[in-house]
């Protein structure tokens, strides 16, 4: 797990550092994140989504409750490749949903089922854990319920680097970028898909850990 962790921490880095530096590189049309975001909604015929600016940094998120791309301020008000690729990665998500891309199907089902094992199953483990030897079918209902975190994990893999392809696919054709700028949206996404390839890796190992824990008792 320390690897996991240090993975983790140096794949975040690598990220920050490549989203600073492409935020440094402008689009020459000028367009701001908000402004491609809306672009490719449109050109995907999507008029019932609204693009929304949000505080924070690397806070962009579709969410499709209620319908919005929201969007850092960072991204949301600059004109660089970095904000481009971000804003377009987000518009992947949505054309997903237009579309009814299956993994994104299965992730938004298993979103009230993941919400509801992460508010019990630290507390479940544990207690499967101190009582091992008298109630050791706990500790696999602790797992299930942690497996349900996994499987998340893992299904997030292909609906983000899909929402990616589409992004830069679409960036291509529409000439927001060329083939100077092209490489580099590639990169910033790729650091961005990076983090939830480590996630998973770190929630599989765990899972694999409990499993271990269990059988040897």
């Known amino acids: 797990m320390g690897l996991v962790m240090l993975a983790s921490f140096l794949v975040q880095q690598m990220l920050q550092s490549r989203f600073s530096k492409y935020s440094r590189v402008p689009l020459q049309n000028g367009m701001t994140g908000a402004d491609v975001a809306r672009k490719m909604l449109y050109d995907n015929g999507i008029r019932d989504v609204k693009v929304s600016c ?14 919005t791309v929201n969007l850092s301020e960072a991204v949301y008000n600059s004109s660089s490749v970095a904000a481009a690729a971000v804003a377009a990665h987000e518009c992947g998500h949505v054309v997903q949903h237009a579309n009814g891309y299956a993994p994104l199907r299965l992730r938004t089902a298993l979103v009230p089922v993941v919400s509801f094992a992460n508010n019990v199953v630290q507390w479940v483990l544990l207690a499967g854990v101190l009582l091992i030897n008298v109630f050791p079918a706990l500790l696999w209902i602790g797992i299930a319920l942690f497996a349900m975190s996994t499987l998340f994990s893992v299904v997030t893999l292909p609906v983000e680097v899909n929402a990616s392809s589409r992004a830069v696919n ?17 990169d910033a996404l790729k650091w961005a898909a990076y983090t939830y390839v480590i996630a998973a890796i770190g929630s599989i190992a765990t899972l694999l850990y409990y499993i271990g824990l269990a059988r040897r008792d």
Do not use: C, F, K
Not at 54 to 67: F, K, M, S, V
Not at 170 to 186: C, D, F, H, K, Q
């Open 54 to 67: 949000i505080p924070g940094a690397l806070t962009d998120h579709y969410n499709p409750q209620t319908r």
């Open 170 to 186: 679409w960036l291509e054709a529409s000439g927001i970028v060329n083939y100077e700028t092209r490489p580099m949206a590639v």
